[in-house]
């Protein structure tokens, strides 16, 4: 780190000074349930972090609680054993090595003291704690603690504790870690689970879900060696020289429901200030690798970006900074988001048509929205995050970076980018929606999906896919309107999915309980086709006619005649067919040689429907969905047929569909 850097690091504290005080001038954003003030040493050798917490917690549900839940996220790195290793077998077999000891991670609570009202002895709890795991009942999973108080907690009461506990970090595999002299951590102290719907929300850690927690204060003190170079949630109050060779920074934030840090002697730290017309300033911070300063203007001109848009979309940003880390290489750190901080991931040679690091920086600080402030349960409803942010950051990326192309790697290397081949990036999810379309419901606890590409297609894809088409219904106006009220009627609670349908329906005044049905709690596949087309002449009129009170005969010669002098009539017959078990309204287009176009709207109910017309013009072609506004429809490439048929269309379609499953192969995490 060179003198300027550090001259700008010290800078970056006073400047921070100033935007707390615009913080502490604000009333309260969230309901306050778990307020954390801790105090924490890592030890970068050992790779320990130990400390204490103060918890003050308020019980804001209406019954009297005995138990007190708490994730101890780290034990997943305990054993092999832990639930979260054992679906990591199956889930992503190639992600997890051997660990060896020292690669282990776990956190041992030491004690657990009930502080009670001034002057009265503190109660140990401490021999309360037992392991539970309500999800799986793997005994060896230790990721759930219970303790008990000793007497129940009257409800809108506060409790006080004070937690004393050493956690060894893992190697990093799963977003939390070490790498080297990097540390990445999170999900790193007792964190109490939420209690909600009359029970305790506290699910153990797996390998495709991930988080859930009640907002509150952090104040937290981290002491480390003074030549790392910190980032955290929050916003950083002071640093103190301890004089033995560590420093202590105290970090701070109001109003979220987590707290990461990153601890590294090698980052390049970067500042700018997001400015706009009416939102407010956000400062904007960047922890870049020596290695990647290349992308430099690249990572903070995307977080701005994702600030403009989200902010403009649904509702500003609403602390007064966000910082943006590149992780170390081998971290497992990426592409992961918390509050007011969030990861991206960069490679060398990645020129901007391949949108990296943009994508993944455009998402994970779209997460700040859908994720930090709209605060839903992803161990349960993880499409109403990752598919919100998915649907909206295929949205940003194309307002502020245009298309996607297709693109290779020569020799895994050289990034190739056929410019010939572009498409919009909400189609990427189509690709890998599409084979595993029937797999699950969208609606799945996020670790009871068939496999891990479940989850992510039904989370990620479908779930942006389902935003996709829901905008396309609604239209642009009424569906940006749904989007922002949700935003701001939920924000800092926690949806679920029905809060979600019943702003749509009160927003568009429609019930839309056969969108959802279908689609968020179902699993079928939308397909629709146009079966067939034909277009002949009408045959001429031949026998007795009644016409004009009058039996007349009439021979097909004489009424040739009389047409071939007028004009030849042409009988075309259309039929569309519903190929897939969802119902969905449809429009069908059907164009005429002479370019006359008719277009039909069919409720798409029955298994088909034929449409039949009378023209002077032959028919051309017909095409079902012509607008392409049904993003989940699973097969485009039956969507149309024409008269004289050309292989064209259906190959070009065929094209794009590899296209995008390369491009999706190439670029997709889960750990997102
Ligand atoms: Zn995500």
Known sequence: MDRKLIAGFIGLVLVSMGAFSCLLAQEPLSKRIANYTMDVRLDPEKKVVSGKEVLTWLNDSEVELSELYFHLYLNAFKNNMTTLLTEARRVYPWRIPQLKKEDLGYIDVESIMLIGEEGVEPIDITPTIEYVQPDDGNPYDQTVMKVTLPQPLPPQQTIKLDISFTAKL???????????????????????????????????YHVTSEFFADYGVYDVSLTLPSNFIVGATGIRLYERDNGDGTITYNYY???????????SPHYLVYEDTFTHEYLPEVKVILLLQPYHKMFKDRYIEATKHALRYYGEWYGAYPYPQVTCVDPAYRSGSGGMEYPTLFTGGAYWLTPIELRSPEGVT???????????IIGNNEFEDAWMDEGFDSYSDDRVLEKAYGPYYFSRRFLQIFPIVF?????????????????????????????EFMSGTSYGVNSYSKGALTMWTLENYLGP???AKVFKTYFQRWKFRHPRPQ?????????????????????????????????????SPVTKKEG???ENGERAFITGEEEGEKEEKEEVIYQSNVIVRRLGEVVFPVEVLVTFENGEQEKKVWDGEYRWVRYTFKKPSRLQSAEVDPDHKIFLDVNY????????????PAYKWAFRWMFWLQHLLETCTFFS
């Open 170 to 204: 893992p190697l990093g595999i799963a977003r939390t870690g070490f790498r080297d002299d990097y540390f990445f951590v999170a999900q790193w102290f007792p964190k109490i689970g939420v209690f909600y719907e009359g029970a305790w929300n506290c699910h153990q």
């Open 253 to 263: 934030q109001e109003d979220v429901h987590d707290f990461v840090w990153t601890a």
């Open 362 to 372: 455009i998402h994970e600080c779209g997460h700040e929205w859908w994720y930090g």
């Open 419 to 447: 410019k010939r081949f572009s498409y919009k990036p909400a189609w990427g999810s189509m690709s890998g929606y599409r084979p595993y379309a029937e797999l699950d419901d969208m609606s799945r606890l996020a670790w």
């Open 477 to 479: 106006e009424l569906s």
């Open 499 to 535: 809060d979600f349908i019943d702003v749509v329906e009160e927003v568009t005044g429609q019930d839309m309980s056969w969108f959802f049905d279908q689609i968020v709690f179902g699993s079928n596949e939308l397909d629709y086709a146009i079966e067939r087309i034909s277009s």
């Open 544 to 546: 007795y006619f009644d």
């Open 637 to 648: 490439t039956n969507n149309s047929k024409t008269m004289n048929p050309r292989k064209l």
